[in-house]
Antibody
Framework: QVQLVESGGTVVRPGGSLRLSCAAS????????MHWVRQAPGKGLEWVAA????????SYVDSVKGRFTISRDNSKNTLSLQMNSLKPEDTAVYYC???????????WGQGTLVTVSS | QSALTQPPSASGSPGQSVTIPCTGT?????????VSWYQQRPGKAPKLIIY???KRPSGVPDRFSGSKSGNTASLTVSGLQADDEADYYC???????????FGTGTTVTVL
């Protein structure tokens, strides 16, 4: 069955860096664009970044541009999010999700918690 | 990249219907027929229930339906059941390179 498993979430100090990973299985990873979506504690969903199926196209929400980098390794079925210059407002559960029909997200991981705090 | 606007809460009695509006702009909801809806239960990942404004993924009951008029999309849950209590989020493609935007979310309560 389809599985997306995020990892890498932890507590990090403001200004620090962190790399999240998402391991995909059960579907043909290399043909799907992928997204990162986050949810701050008690808040709503926020789209963060997306990458095309081949990694050639990337897009970001304005609040993370220049600080976060999305990437993928189709040989390892892995999606990544490199997060630099972290701020307290980046504290959230980070989900990876596929880019499905009509830019919907059919498959989701269970999320990984990133806490930015001193 | 402003969030789509949803009411914070909606409610209905079992068997009734509830409709949740999702208001965007002429650059997202109003321009593209790429509106999705998600159901999220506490502590769980979101679940896709509507895509491309009106389509339901396999396994989603036909009690869930979507529509759009102008810059506002709507999700209707008919025949409300206790199990429908959850948070609901809309999402729209926002143009450019795969950028998307989510709604502010609506908590549905079954009275």
């Amino acid at each position: 069955q389809v599985q997306l498993v995020e990892s890498g979430g932890t507590v990090v100090r403001p200004g620090g860096s962190l790399r999240l990973s998402c391991a995909a299985s059960g579907f043909t990873f290399k043909v799907f664009g992928m997204h990162w979506v986050r949810q701050a504690p008690g808040k709503g969903l926020e789209w963060v970044a997306a990458v095309s199926y081949d990694g050639s196209t990337k897009s970001y929400v304005d609040s993370v541009k220049g600080r976060f980098t999305i990437s993928r390794d189709n040989s390892k079925n892995t999606l990544s999010l490199q997060m630099n210059s972290l701020k307290p407002e980046d504290t959230a559960v980070y989900y990876c999700a596929n880019n499905g029909l009509g830019y919907s997200n059919e498959y989701w991981g269970q999320g990984t918690l990133v806490t930015v705090s001193s | 990249q402003s969030a789509l606007t949803q009411p914070p809460s909606a409610s209905g009695s079992p068997g009734q219907s509830v409709t949740i509006p999702c208001t965007g702009t002429s650059s997202d909801v109003g321009y593209y027929n790429f509106v999705s809806w998600y159901q999220q239960r506490p502590g769980k990942a979101p679940k896709l229930i509507i895509y491309e404004v009106t389509k339901r993924p396999s396994g989603v009951p036909d009690r869930f339906s979507g529509s759009k008029s102008g810059n506002t999309a709507s999700l209707t849950v008919s025949g409300l059941q206790a199990d429908d209590e959850a948070d609901y989020y809309c999402s729209s493609y926002a143009g450019g390179d795969m950028s998307c935007v989510f709604g502010t979310g609506t908590t549905v309560t079954v009275l």
